[in-house]
């Protein structure tokens, strides 16, 4: 090896782990659930951080047959809530291990890095 030049083995292994780190954190995204809102409560999603949907709750009172529109609204309005919570969640897991692809990178000279 030359010097200036980067240590190869170091890069792979540190390449490794924060494969290892990604990994872990989309487990952990795949469990983590998140609920979002609408209509102060009315209509609620749970999610989990890596965005499947695993509950509904929707209040009676807004069961409206005349008015199906605002509880379809409400009902959207909930799922941007929880995907709002969903991919802040992901960025705070996945943004450090983001970070050091970049070390890992400029460690080899690769533009961007």
């Keep these: 090896m030359q010097p200036g030049q980067p240590d190869m ?26 609920t979002g ?7 609620q999603v749970t999610m989990t951080a890596s965005g499947e949907v ?9 069961a409206d047959p005349d008015d199906v529109e605002t509880l379809q609204d409400l009902v959207v309005g909930a799922i941007h809530d929880a995907t709002g919570a969903a ?3 992901q960025a705070e897991k996945m943004g450090p291990l983001a970070g050091g692809l970049g070390d890992v990178a400029g460690g080899l000279g690769l533009p961007g890095a």
């Design 54 to 62: 695993r509950a509904v709750r929707i209040d009676p009172k807004v």
């Design 87 to 89: 991919q802040r969640m």
């Design 37 to 43: 809102q609408a209509g102060n409560g009315l209509v």
């Design 9 to 34: 083995a170091m890069i792979l292994q540190q390449a490794q782990k924060m494969q290892e780190q990604l990994v872990a954190a989309q487990a952990e995204l795949a469990e983590t659930e998140v």
